[in-house]
T-cell receptor, first 114, second 112 residues
Framework: EAGVAQSPRYKIIEKRQSVAFWCNPISGHATLYWYQQILGQGPKLLIQFQNNGVVDDSQLPKDRFSAERLKGVDSTLKIQPAKLEDSAVYLC????????????FGPGTRLTVT | KQEVTQIPAALSVPEGENLVLNCSFTDSAIYNLQWFRQDPGKGLTSLLLIQSSQREQTSGRLNASLDKSSGRSTLYIAASQPGDSATYLCAVIYQAGTALIFGKGTTLSVSS
């Protein structure tokens, strides 16, 4: 079974530029998560989708971050404009459902904002 | 505030030792708890998932226990190997349908 795919793996941008990340979850997984992991910290949830609907985006900085999951499969996370403090690893995870299921993580996208 | 704490932050042991990693959470009413492994520059690999009704889970040399009443979980690694060197993250789901809340992790180094 293929795992969670993410691209790009690495991205370096200057502050105030925009960037987008892509995630393809495990086939059949209805729930998709985006986490932000700052160096030395545990991952923190940015947004959670159930199919193509948003379940929780309470910690998403909506003035600069946006995410969508069209057709309930792939998802994109966008940052515009980026700040220095956005430098982090962005992890996508998926699970069969929202209740009682393991979450499976992709390799992440390492973003450096200069 | 619902938090997850992992102690120690780093641990170095010689190969062959048995070791315990600790995780504590602030609210005993958790839904489930998951242990992950993260290698440098890589994503997270799920090791064990413990449902709130369970007290432990085992996979190979790994054993995770859950004591909700004391707000603690431990990950026991038997006969450690250099390949076990990684960061181990504990994460909790407090309510069904919500996302994981992570600790900061314990970075393990096993020397040969």
């Amino acid at each position: 079974e293929a795992g969670v795919a993410q691209s790009p793996r690495y991205k370096i941008i200057e502050k105030r530029q925009s960037v987008a990340f892509w995630c393809n979850p495990i086939s059949g997984h209805a729930t998709l998560y985006w986490y932000q992991q700052i160096l030395g910290q545990g991952p923190k949830l940015l947004i959670q989708f159930q199919n193509n609907g948003v379940v929780d985006d309470s910690q998403l900085p909506k003035d600069r971050f946006s995410a969508e999951r069209l057709k309930g499969v792939d998802s994109t996370l966008k940052i515009q404009p980026a700040k220095l403090e956005d430098s982090a690893v962005y992890l996508c995870a998926s699970s069969l459902g929202t209740t009682g299921y393991e979450q499976y993580f992709g390799p992440g996208t390492r973003l450096t904002v200069t | 505030k619902q938090e997850v704490t992992q102690i120690p932050a780093a641990l170095s042991v010689p190969e062959g030792e048995n070791l315990v990693l600790n995780c504590s959470f602030t609210d005993s009413a958790i839904y489930n708890l998951q242990w992950f492994r993260q290698d440098p520059g890589k994503g997270l690999t799920s090791l064990l998932l413990i449902q709130s009704s369970q007290r432990e889970q085992t996979s190979g040399r790994l054993n995770a226990s859950l004591d909700k009443s004391s707000g603690r979980s431990t990950l026991y690694i038997a006969a450690s190997q250099p390949g076990d060197s990684a960061t181990y993250l504990c994460a909790v789901i407090y309510q069904a349908g919500t996302a994981l809340i992570f600790g900061k992790g314990t970075t393990l180094s096993v020397s040969s």
